[in-house]
């Protein structure tokens, strides 16, 4: 089985500073992985995905992930945050039974 | 074009009524699924359709649970006898073909039981 486990269930920073949400998945076979936001009420939204080409992806609104299989891991990160980027992010595992962290609320302060 | 929708936007019942979710995917979709998401959780997974046939149940709780997509287009999630604790957000996603295709989710439809 397949799953998630996001680490951190809140994320504050400050406008402008470095965002690093984590994610480890654990899988016995290559892992589809993906990252998907969620403003409050909306529906999720996907950020981007990793499908085993280039293990950097890019996302939208300046977001990227890395995928490295020796730390299980798929953090998802952004440079400079802004103030829109608050939401619920949640990172999930799989393709057709995809399999979702519990999700990171980021806050970010002005 | 227009996104996934779901139908009803909220839903209020009582214990032990019957209740049907509706979902209309992305035109051309040939995936579809359903997820129930909780407070404070991230979605679960619960059913995939690939076409008209149910290619994956195995995240539905019980069998008070059941989900059609009788022409390969709209899907219906059926839940009879509801429990307090089916109250969540019932998510609904489309892919084009399925498999690591991205899915496309809809506003979802939150359930109420009393």
Redesign the interface.
Known sequence: AQSVTQLGSHVSVSEGALVLLRCNYSSSVPP?LFW?VQYPN?????LL?Y?SAATLVKGINGFEAEFKKSETSFHLTKPSAHMSDAAEY?C?V??????????TRLTVKP | GA??SQTPSNKVTEKGKYVELRCDPISGHT?L?W?RQSL??????LI?F?GTGA??D??LPNDRFFAVRPEGSVSTLKIQRTERGDSAVY?C?SSLL???D???????TRLTVL
Do not use: H, I
């Open positions: 589809y998907y909306q529906g999720l939204q996907l995905k499908t949640f999930a799989g393709d057709n039974d995809m399999r979702f962290g519990a999700g | 996104g996934v995936a699924y997820y404070g959780q991230g979605p679960e997974f995939y690939q290619a994956d195995s995240g998510l996603a399925g498999g690591s991205t899915q496309y989710f809809g506003p979802g």
